[in-house]
């Protein structure tokens, strides 16, 4: 059974970065593609970006395009997103989430996900 397992959430201020790291295990991580999405209170869950098996490819939705990176070590099983000029809005439970195939923005295609790593971005 495939599992994901984030980390490297916290508390940082406005401008500041943080670097999460999600781990997969139970299956063999170059058969997925691995997205990010992250969820506010109150909010619907949102796509951040996603990254293709090899690494080749990679995508962002426009609010995170120029701060936040995907990149992945097959060699790891690990996924990461780096963020960097922090916005108060990024505040939110951040998700890595494993699909076969190619990447979409649709959550309802990745089949596994992590727990969540919460993000709070302060003032």
């Known amino acids: 059974q495939v599992q994901l397992v984030e980390s490297g959430g916290g508390l940082v201020q406005a401008g500041g970065s943080l670097r999460l790291s999600c781990v997969f295990s139970?299956?063999?991580?170059?058969?997925?593609?691995m997205g990010w999405f992250r969820q506010a209170p109150g909010k619907e869950r949102e796509f951040v970006g996603a990254?293709?098996?090899?690494?080749?490819?990679?995508y962002y939705v426009d609010s995170v395009k120029g701060r936040f990176t995907i990149s992945r070590d097959n060699g790891k099983d690990t996924v990461y997103l780096e963020m960097s000029t922090l916005k108060q809005e990024d505040t939110a439970d951040y998700y890595c989430?494993?699909?076969?195939?190619?990447?979409?923005?649709?959550?309802?295609?990745?089949?596994?996900w992590g727990q969540g790593t919460q993000v709070t971005v302060s003032s």
């Open positions: 989430a494993s699909k076969l195939g190619l990447y979409h923005h649709d959550p309802g295609s990745y089949k596994y």
């Open positions: 139970g299956g063999s991580f170059t058969d997925y593609a």
């Open positions: 990254i293709s098996r090899s690494g080749a490819s990679i």
